[in-house]
């Protein structure tokens, strides 16, 4: 595929987060799991429910065009998903672990808000406003999500973990 429009610049962009989302489906749920402390795990799992609903609206996107929902590799959270998985692979403990969670989520979280924050833009100049306020919603989500994974980052009894 070329791409030579905006058009064509927002239709791979919405394919690449739509791909992204789902990925992220599976990696929230690794996250709650792997994640002992019942504050942070339910932060994922909440975060999890909100990640369905992009989907959903992305999938809303994808029928303005009249097209059905496709996915591009997403690379960004690819590399974001094996980073993750080469540490847990280190068997780091429990409290760690805990903590590079809230971390490796924060990253994902200021991904998705790139990528929609730069898709927005692109729907207003094609004037697909009701695309952009779909996902003007779904950036206010993540925001909020990272939001909350930086108070939780932010009042982590980091004494936990030993400092050496």
Known sequence: ?????????F???LEDIYHAE?????ALDE??????????????????EETQGHIDR?????????????KEECEGIEGLIEEYEEFT???PSQEVLDYH?????????HYEIAAYGNLIPLADQIGMDEAADLLEENLREEQGALDE????????????????
């Open 1 to 9: 595929m070329s791409v030579d429009t905006i058009q064509d610049l």
């Open 11 to 13: 239709e791979h962009g």
């Open 22 to 26: 789902h990925q992220l489906l599976d």
């Open 31 to 48: 996250l709650e799991s792997n994640t002992e402390r019942e504050e942070i795990a339910e932060a994922f799992a909440e975060h999890r």
């Open 58 to 70: 992305l999938e809303a996107v994808f029928d303005m065009f009249g097209e059905p929902p496709e």
């Open 89 to 91: 692979s280190m068997e």
């Open 101 to 109: 969670n809230m971390a490796a989520a924060e990253k994902t979280e």
């Open 149 to 164: 994974l930086k108070e939780l980052t932010e009042t982590y009894e980091m004494d936990a973990i030993p400092a050496e």
